[in-house]
């Protein structure tokens, strides 16, 4: 897998 | 870049959600749901090696270049810290 900007997205 | 070193404080973990499909950084009261590369960080954060070593380290297995791994690796673990999720230290 390539790098790509990391994610963190929030679980309401 | 710093030269701090970032680790997980107590009661913050990592956990499969095997529903989703996903990895989530679990926190007090708080989950977040991570990419690939968000794991990859955070499973990298052993307490021992600070953050330049971490994103030279993701850019050589990524085959990145080091300053825009670096500077990704820099804002996702400061957004991370302001949500009391990742602590850094001081070699």
Known sequence: MAWTKPKAVEIN | ?91
């Open chain 2, 1 to 91: 870049m710093s030269n701090a070193i970032p680790y997980l404080p107590r009661g913050v973990r990592t956990h499969y959600d095997r529903i989703r499909g996903r990895n989530v950084l679990l926190g007090p009261e708080r989950a977040l749901m991570l990419d690939e590369i968000g794991h990859a960080i955070i499973a990298e954060l052993d307490g021992k090696r600070t953050e330049t070593q971490i994103a030279a380290d993701l850019a050589t297995r990524y085959g990145a270049p080091v300053e825009a791994v670096s500077v990704d690796v820099a804002e996702f673990l400061t957004d991370l810290a302001d949500k009391r999720l990742v602590e850094r230290r001081d070699p």
